[in-house]
């Protein structure tokens, strides 16, 4: 930390993935995990994960350009590739239900992993290859 | 939303993105944003961004593989490429005071957007290029 007049930045408010297919994102997004968007556009599609915490799911391709369009002001692009990597908190007593759901939804659990702190995690795909984790309190010294 | 069974789901915990320079991006996110490494290792590094709020730097390559190494389960392996997405919080009363910062740290402000909602963006690239926002509330239904 700096000097007394560092202004403070908060938490993580929105996440960024890529996908050739956003429709089947939106499903498995809202089949699996229960969240639905709050925007959808050409260039993708925004989720609601909870008071100040945004998936945002882009058509890959479709953010790599600046966007002059928007009125407020030039959103500058972006786009990635890769299978890329996000973990979403779950409360630690809901963990076999988890498990139990994502087996009755015919997703592969990939791992399951405990944590030296006492939290665990659930390790499965989503329909483009990016690994999702759902995690218990108690992976981080700050969750 | 499914049934009452549906177990819910928290926020985002972890954000990744992928670097070739780990050393230059803890350099550039401590002193830009204020923020320190939990942990630091041969595959990368983790942000603390508050309660429950995790970046995740990788080593570009060194995630690839399936992590068989830890005693509590395999860690499923990840990778990415192209500028990334993200966005951090900030209150709406400091956003000058970060403005203000980043010119003085001579961090280009690429853009600044003012959303509809009311909210405030100032976009900056971290040095490989990936595309970061600080955000105030009022940019989102959840935010």
Known sequence: ?????MPAVGGVLETSIYVDDLD????FYG????VSHM????RGASFDF???SVLLIWRRGAS???NEDYPGGMIPGHDGSGPLHLAFKIP????DAWKERLERLGIAVRS??????????LYFDDPEGHVLELATPGVWPNY
């Open 1 to 5: 930390m700096e000097s007394k007049e």
């Open 24 to 27: 089947r994102a939106i499903e």
């Open 31 to 34: 089949r699996v995990l229960g």
């Open 39 to 42: 925007t959808l556009g050409d």
């Open 50 to 52: 909870g008071p100040g």
């Open 64 to 66: 790599a350009r600046d």
């Open 92 to 95: 630690t007593d809901t963990y």
């Open 112 to 121: 399951e992993v405990r944590w030296a702190r006492g939290g665990r995690s």
